[in-house]
């Protein structure tokens, strides 16, 4: 025993002494991630754009010179420039490799007294149908704040691109593409947030609730007031405003290593159900609704008494209002209001009127009794349970009496039939939605299918609600002409509008009339170009759902005028797992063609 | 059909990856009530909100002159400053509960003001038609009208 003890000894030393020889814990993953390294084909790469975030002129690329200049930094007297790395010095005093204390700053410290950082909440805001730039939603961070009163005096914090002055050009998309616009932070106060999105935009908020310890939300606030002064190049699909996130999460706690799921597209929710799938790190979920959303629950909740006297009030008619009992106008008069704000937000009032709507509404609300009977309201479909974002499926059918296998695959996102809990309603994005055949008869393989995008939203039309419905097409597809059964490629483009009309929760009619086009060398002219109308049918239940659909095109040329009847009815194994049947017929040229398929979809 | 493929794909790709971008804006003075402040350039300004994402709101805070905007986006200063940010950013909201005395908005001005809540609610809501006396009002009316009601 004696014997072993020295050998024991001499083992810790040993230890120690390797331990000392390695200069700099550069490779700590906390470092790592404070300096937004991620590792590429040829070793560690900074993703901040500013040359001001690295201090080394090597630093982004090295991490150990950039934690050596760091180190020196906070050995110098450039207190200016201490003062924007408040993270980087809790990280090298937690090392010991920091003994000045750290000055102080006028700015960061008027920064932490205005925001007064309680905790930290992750925000996504739904889908946005009528801007190309929030289809996908957005995400964004609150600092909640300490101060008295309630979290509308919380603060938001959003990463998105400068691109003002180019909203209109048609570059946008190409320089998003690139990388031209830079990427920025800013700060707003929470009640901002709201008005921009549940007010003006009418989207839902979900507010997720971070468990963070009391040093994490220090170092968090910290490193935003580090990264807040930076502009990195915005990408579009990758280093978006939902990417930055994931990098500012991990740099706080390096061991959520969300970035690393993030390689190739960043879709905000996608990035909503990382954070929420890591293990403690969402407390608790809050739910804001959209302004619109909260006035139709209301208006669900009247009697029809009170609905009259609604769509009196809107009109400034309040006769039929003094009919009610005096403890029902309260919550009818709030609707009304609500209902008068939406319509000037939309367009839909001049000021003027506005105004005077508003203040006779308020007036008569403040003279009716005190106190409401209409429920909040306070539930919604959570986006994170929503299935994901990437799907494949495998299927069999047969056209025309010849069978062929299917395989689908369909990197973003959703469309009718998908299952859709957690997402808008009657919305559809369907982008890069590809399929290849094999036929049995002639044992040949084809790609059937390129469904470059197709955007939808149906919205239904009410007495209270109008909005367009309408649908973006554009496709490659292999296509048969019927007078010679010669096949070929066409690209398929429509452009289409109409509206929508729910029978009830679970039925809705819809009918578009669209501008079609057609371009491929396999077309007698090359071309064509016609109109189009359809009328459909969308049925949605819990566990299923149906769309129907008739649609005639005109055509400048035969070979376009088609008459096409599509029926897809989908029935959900799980949250992520479906099973699909497509019919459909079409008739050209006198001639018939009849498809049936099924298929077993899968997403990921 | 190499070339229609190319064309297309490179067309669609372009179209839809404009998606997740997020437009910003320079200020940091958001959007603000829109009820009572009626500048004429209001409504293409909500236009832009709507078509592009951008927030293009720069013109609020100069044209209301006595606006309490921060120009670093931040809630701050002392209570007062606080108060007629708030409300000038929240006019709307606060109309509706102050006649209906309970909501969001009076919770959080009793904070702001180190008031008890009831009583801010109770008294916004006995007097509501001295802080909105006619469809005209403004921000800095409705919040000197405010300060007085609660320090009676």
Redesign the interface.
């Known amino acids: 025993m004696k014997k072993f003890l020295p050998a024991v000894g001499l083992w810790f030393l040993l230890c120690t002494a390797a331990y000392a020889a390695e200069p700099l814990p550069a490779d700590l993953p906390e470092w790592l991630a404070l300096g937004h390294y991620q590792k590429g084909w040829f070793g560690y790469v900074g993703t901040i754009g500013s040359d001001n975030f690295y201090l080394s002129s090597e630093g982004r690329k090295n991490p150990t010179k950039e934690l050596e200049a760091t180190i020196a930094l906070f050995q110098s007297n450039d207190t200016e420039k201490q003062c924007l790395f408040p993270a980087r010095y809790m990280f090298l005093k937690k090392y010991g490799l920091a003994s000045a204390p750290f000055p102080s700053c006028t700015e960061f410290e008027?920064?932490k007294?205005?925001?007064q950082p309680a905790g930290m909440t992750l925000l996504f805001t739904d889908a946005?149908m009528?801007?190309?730039?929030?289809?996908?939603g957005?995400t964004l961070l609150r600092v909640d704040?300490a101060?008295?009163?309630?979290q509308?005096?919380a603060?938001g914090i959003?990463?998105?691109?400068?691109?003002?002055g180019y909203?209109?050009s048609f570059l946008?998309?190409?320089y998003?593409?690139a990388g031209f616009?830079p990427g920025?932070y800013?700060?707003?106060?929470y009640?901002?947030?709201i008005?921009?999105y549940n007010n003006?935009?009418n989207r839902d908020i979900w507010e997720y609730n971070l468990n963070l310890t009391p040093e994490e939300l220090d170092l968090f606030v910290a490193h935003i007031w580090e990264v807040g002064q930076t502009t990195t190049p915005?990408y579009?699909?990758t280093q978006?405003?939902?990417y930055m996130l994931m990098e500012l999460f991990d740099a706080v706690r390096p061991t959520l290593k969300l970035a690393a799921d993030f390689r190739g597209q960043?879709?905000?929710l996608d990035t909503i159900k990382a954070v929420n799938a890591r293990k403690d790190l969402v407390k608790s979920v809050n739910y804001r609704p959209s302004r619109q959303r909260k006035i139709r629950y209301r208006i669900k909740q009247m009697n029809k008494r009170q609905y009259d006297a609604f769509l009196d009030a809107i009109k400034l008619d309040l006769t039929s209002m003094q009919s009610l009992p005096e403890a029902e106008r309260?919550d009818v008069l709030?609707t009304a209001?609500?209902y008068v704000?939406y319509q000037?937000?939309a367009?839909d009032l001049a000021?003027k009127d506005?105004?005077?709507k508003?203040?006779?509404l308020?007036?008569a609300?403040?003279q009716a009794a005190?106190?409401?009977k209409f429920d909040e309201l306070k539930e919604g479909q959570n986006p994170v349970l929503s299935h994901d974002s990437m799907m494949a499926s495998f299927g069999v059918g047969v056209q025309n009496g010849d069978f062929f296998e299917q395989l689908s695959f369909r990197p973003?996102y959703h469309l009718v039939t998908d299952r859709g809990y957690g997402f808008l309603a009657g919305a559809e994005?369907n982008?890069?939605d590809v399929s290849f055949r094999h036929y049995d008869k002639h044992d040949k393989y084809v790609l059937d299918k390129?469904n470059?995008?197709q955007l939808s939203s149906f919205s239904p039309i009410d007495a209270v609600f109008q909005a367009v419905s309408y649908r973006i097409g554009?496709?490659?597809s292999r296509q048969m002409n019927p007078k010679n059964e010669d096949e070929?490629?066409?690209?398929n483009g429509n452009v289409g509008g109409g509206g929508t009309f729910a029978l009830n929760d679970y039925l809705w009619l819809y009918g578009l009339s669209s501008v079609e086009a057609a371009?491929?060398?396999?077309l007698p002219n090359n071309q064509w170009v016609g109109v189009g109308l359809a009328v459909g049918a969308l049925v949605s239940f819990d566990k299923a759902a149906l769309q129907a659909e008739v649609k005639k095109v005109f055509a400048t040329d035969r070979i376009g005028s088609v008459l096409q009847w599509r029926v897809t009815a989908d029935y959900y194994l799980s949250r992520n797992r479906a099973l699909e049947t497509v019919f459909a017929y079409t008739q050209n040229y006198g001639q018939d063609q009849t498809e049936v398929s099924v298929r077993l979809k899968q997403y990921f | 059909?190499n070339k229609?493929?190319v064309?297309?794909?490179m067309?669609?790709?372009?179209?839809?990856?404009?998606?997740?971008?997020?437009?910003?804006?320079?200020t940091?003075?958001?959007?603000?009530?829109?009820?009572?402040r009626?500048q004429s350039g209001?409504?293409p300004q909500?236009?832009?909100?709507?078509?592009?994402?951008?927030?293009?709101t720069q013109t609020f805070g100069i044209t209301f002159g006595t606006s309490g905007c921060d120009p670093?986006?931040?809630?701050?200063g002392g209570t007062q400053k606080?108060v007629l940010?708030?409300l000038e950013?929240?006019l709307?909201q606060f109309?509706?509960d102050?006649?209906?005395?309970?909501g969001?908005?009076l919770?959080?001005?009793?904070?702001?003001m180190?008031m008890d809540e009831k009583t801010v609610a109770e008294k916004t809501?006995q007097n509501?038609?001295v802080l909105?006396p006619?469809?005209?009002v403004d921000a800095v009316d409705v919040t000197l009208k405010f300060y007085q009601i609660m320090k009676a």
């Open positions: 008027q920064f007294d205005d925001l946005y009528n801007n190309s730039s929030s289809l996908f957005h704040t101060r008295k009163g309630t509308l005096l603060h959003n990463y998105g691109a400068w691109t003002q909203e209109n946008y998309a190409v998003g593409l616009y920025g800013t700060v707003k106060p009640y901002d947030i008005n921009t003006i935009e915005y579009f699909f978006n405003c939902s960043t879709i905000p309260a709030e209001y609500q704000q000037y937000v367009g000021l506005y105004r005077q508003s203040f006779r308020l007036k609300r403040n005190a106190g409401q973003a994005i982008f890069l390129l470059i995008l554009l496709d490659v070929g490629y066409v690209l371009y491929g060398g396999f | 059909m229609v493929l064309a297309s794909l067309l669609g790709t372009t179209l839809v990856l404009s998606a997740p971008v997020q437009a910003i804006d320079s940091g003075c958001g959007l603000g009530s829109m009820a009572w009626g209001i409504l909500v236009a832009a909100v709507t078509t592009n994402g951008t927030f293009g670093n986006g931040r809630v701050t606080m940010a708030f950013n929240n709307e109309a509706m102050a006649a209906a005395g309970q969001e908005t919770t959080t001005l009793a904070g702001i180190n809501y509501f038609a909105f006619n469809e005209n």
